[in-house]
């Protein structure tokens, strides 16, 4: 990807999401918590621990770490991410947006941790329908 299309979708991040970066700066909040494959993804390329241990663990790492492996994706080439240890073979490809956007919310939020969840978010939204229907009857 070159590094005007990076900007220009830098450009389009800040457009979308100026309204909750604004929120997310007022609140003075510093750890960003997720819990996507890219996310996965890098934390298990910043990580030095055994991949058994990162099995539906939450993993907590700093934004200097996951930056660095967001920047080093955004400027490899498809046969360099092929090669890459810890990167799943079906993210080669996609995994250069999702670190564009990782990197841009770091910076622009000014992020310092970073949680990576074993859940994802319809677990979330299943646990949250359940708990309301369990209400509903009760």
């Given at each position: 990807i070159a590094i005007g299309e990076i900007s220009a979708l830098h450009r389009h991040f800040e457009q979308l999401l100026e309204p909750t970066i604004d929120q997310v700066l007022a609140?003075?909040?510093?750890?960003m918590i997720g819990s996507s494959g890219t996310l996965e993804n890098m934390a298990r390329m910043a990580s030095q621990m055994p991949?058994?241990?990162l099995v539906d663990k939450e993993l907590a790492l700093s934004a200097?770490?996951?930056e660095s492996v967001a920047r080093d994706l955004m400027f490899s080439d498809r046969s360099r991410r092929e090669k890459t240890e810890r990167l799943s073979a079906k993210?080669?490809?996609q995994i250069v947006a999702g670190a564009a956007l990782v990197a841009f919310l770091i910076d622009r939020m000014h992020?310092?941790?970073?949680?990576i969840s074993?859940?994802?978010l319809r677990e979330g939204v299943m646990v949250e329908y359940a708990a309301k229907q369990m209400a509903d009857t009760v």
């Open positions: 609140l003075n909040i510093h750890t991949l058994d241990v200097y770490e996951v993210r080669v490809d992020i310092y941790r970073l949680r074993p859940f994802a």
